[in-house]
């Protein structure tokens, strides 16, 4: 038992025997968590916990993103990324755009992937091609693409299911869908930031018929806007339980959870109370201990900033993911780290720290027999 006194003064005990018992924590139990005065006593829970699943291994993965076109019909009030057709500063890469920029990337890239804005005029049969020419240039690259928000407006464009967009990506080459477009569940504050996207049921449900299908997918959370501590613990709540239900059907399910704290320069939210350094440490450290099913927690240092991506993996997190090369949808909302790091600066960020770099491959096996 950790630190059984300093525990037990927080009134924490009970929820320090459950996480080193591997139990799952109540919501009542996250907001105690989340109201605990000492943030450091949270943390190193949540690193107990991250250690018990992965051990000092921190991953990494040379990867590469590409964003396709930030033309989009939803129009998101936090997104500074997103252009109406037309419009100055719109852009839309042609198959072989997104080729050359892989192929110039600096080393080959393990993992690829790509995201855009929902296109009114893309039709599913581009997607199509660009999986099918991206995978013949990269043979070995898992392609890691388009979140449930563009799956879902693939589906309405083509008049046809979901499951059906989805088995046509997958027999293109597509391996996995990252987490985005999740935001926040809760449906009244969705329904001020984002109100044209999917919503939880048809995110959740998207990500259950890929899993279905044996395909791996992420999760994400963007925080400190307008939602609330019990909107960030539904959010939690509600990935669990689709893993659950995955999980028991046989599917792959989530692989990695990714908290996103909001960037707010360029973009329509006024928020009263901006998230600090520590808020952030603390929502990522109560995601740990909540997400009791999913293996992977990811310091995305790109919206991080890298020194805090590092204080993270000591509050839970167990991967900084990669190289990227190129990032525009953060950095457009005003995100400060760089756009890129090499693989030496990655491995040197996490032995710095004392851990253990474990380059990765998409799906989190590492690569060239590491532990
Ligand atoms: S967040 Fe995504 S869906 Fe929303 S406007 Fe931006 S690009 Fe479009």
Not at 247 to 271: D, H, M, R, S
Request: with cysteine.
């Amino acid at each position: 038992m950790p630190e059984h006194n300093r525990y037990e003064a927080l009134g924490l005990d009970g929820i320090a025997r459950k996480v080193m018992a591997g139990e799952r924590l109540t919501l009542d139990e996250g907001r105690a968590l989340f109201a605990c005065p000492d943030v450091t006593a949270v943390g190193a829970l949540a690193h107990l916990r991250r250690t018990a699943l992965h051990g000092d291994r921190t991953f990494y993965v040379v990867n590469r993103h590409i964003n396709y076109t930030n033309v989009c019909i939803n129009g998101c009030a936090f997104c500074a990324y997103q252009r109406e057709k037309g419009q100055d500063g719109g852009f839309e890469l042609s198959i072989q755009d997104a080729v050359d920029l892989l192929l110039a990337a600096p080393l080959t890239p393990r993992e690829v992937h790509i995201v855009g804005g929902c296109h009114p005029d893309l039709r599913l049969a581009f997607f199509v091609d660009l999986l099918t020419s991206v995978q013949k240039a990269l043979p070995e690259a898992t392609l890691k693409c388009f979140t449930a928000v563009e799956i879902a407006h693939f589906a309405r464009l083509e008049g046809i299911s979901t499951i059906e967009v989805l088995q046509t990506l997958k027999a293109a080459g597509l391996a996995m869908l990252p987490g985005g477009g999740a935001e926040i569940f809760a449906p009244e504050v969705r329904r001020r930031i984002c109100p044209k996207k999917s919503d939880a049921v048809e995110w959740l449900r998207i990500h259950g018929e890929a899993h279905a299908l044996g395909l791996a997918t992420n999760a994400t959370m963007l925080f400190g806007h307008l939602e609330s501590i019990d909107d960030r613990l539904d959010h939690l709540d509600q990935l669990r339980r689709q893993q659950d239900q995955s999980l028991q059907n046989g599917g792959k399910g989530f692989t990695c959870f990714i908290p996103l704290p909001f960037q707010t320069e360029n973009n329509a939210i006024k928020v009263e109370r901006p998230l600090t350094g520590l808020d952030e440490l603390r929502t990522i450290a109560v995601s740990r201990l909540m997400l009791d099913n999913i293996p992977h927690l990811k310091a995305y240092w790109v919206m991080l900033t890298v020194k805090q991506a590092q204080a993270a993996l000591f509050f839970g997190a167990d991967d900084l993911d990669g190289t990227v090369v190129e990032e525009k949808i953060g950095h457009m909302a005003g995100a400060t780290s760089r756009q890129g790091l090499t693989k030496a600066q990655l491995e040197a960020m996490i032995r710095g720290l004392g851990l253990t770099p474990v380059e990765r491959d998409a799906r989190f096996n590492p690569i060239g027999g590491q532990a």
